[in-house]
DNA sequence: CGGTTCCCGATCGATGTAGTTGGGAATACC
DNA sequence: GGTATTCCCAACTACATCGATCGGGAACCG
């Protein structure tokens, strides 16, 4: 499973409010977690994480709630992962350098480049768009 | 890091055999350990997964140690990776589908099938291939 | 028979993950 | 101004996984 749920959570939050931005998009952590049946008090702790992270911005009081900082289309999921999981912090790396394990290393740097490439290009727009298209196709089946 | 320390000394000590493989081709336990450095107990118990997995055959008493069950250019990453992984034991699914996760899931699924992409093109024939030129170009610095 | 080697399973400490909880600070509204 | 609402910050817990260690048993060779 590639996505923790922390990022997960983080990820379905932001399509959430990438859905609204439109329209003012402002967003309550209780309302999102209820629609997307998450512990609340859990989500807020992502929430914090993006906006210390610069992808969301918060409004406090009555009223409150969260909003993305950019259009959908600028905020990609490579960013997103980032904030929320954090530097992957390296072990030792440099004791155990056989040339066996370097080119596992070089192998491994593969996978780790071919995985970013995928999460760069995507941008939460894209996110919505599928989501919608998703929905449209489910929609068919009750004709 | 896309490998865990288990996978990682696994397919190192896959390497150490396939580079034998020629010869005969048996190592023991604590041979390829202390070429490589890691604790011999740890690295019995990967062997042994591999050799239930299908991918290496054992010989016990004096003389004995471990063996390729395969020419390394039949071993594929991919299989090891399965062997020494097991199965990614997947988390409720069914809860939790509402559009955004499902588009979440389907991203996800992307990952995991270009990783598997990636692993599957790999041979131990082709690991050993690496080593051998990395070894002749780390040589060239001495000259 | 005796040493060597693999075989099997239990255990352990550290770390991370998913989630809970207990408050505090800003803001809107009456 | 008071009060309810919302975000804010931080500590804490339960649990699983990971990397590793250990004790002892079974096959095999000479």
Known sequence: MPFSAKTEYGLVALIELAGQFQSGGVMQVGEIASRQGI?????????TSLRRGGILRSIRGPKGGYQLMRPPA???VS???????GE???????????????????????????????????SLEQ???????????QAMYFI
């Open 79 to 85: 960013e997103v992962v980032q904030v929320l999981e």
């Open 39 to 47: 512990p609340d008090r859990y989500l807020e702790q992502m929430l």
């Open 88 to 122: 992957p912090q390296l072990r030792d790396g440099g004791t155990r350098e056989t040339p066996e394990f370097q080119v596992l290393h070089a192998l491994a740097g593969d996978l780790q480049t071919a995985r970013l490439a995928l999460l760069e290009a995507t």
């Open 127 to 137: 996110l919505i768009e599928r989501r919608d298209a998703l929905l449209q196709a």
């Open 74 to 76: 600028e905020i990609l």
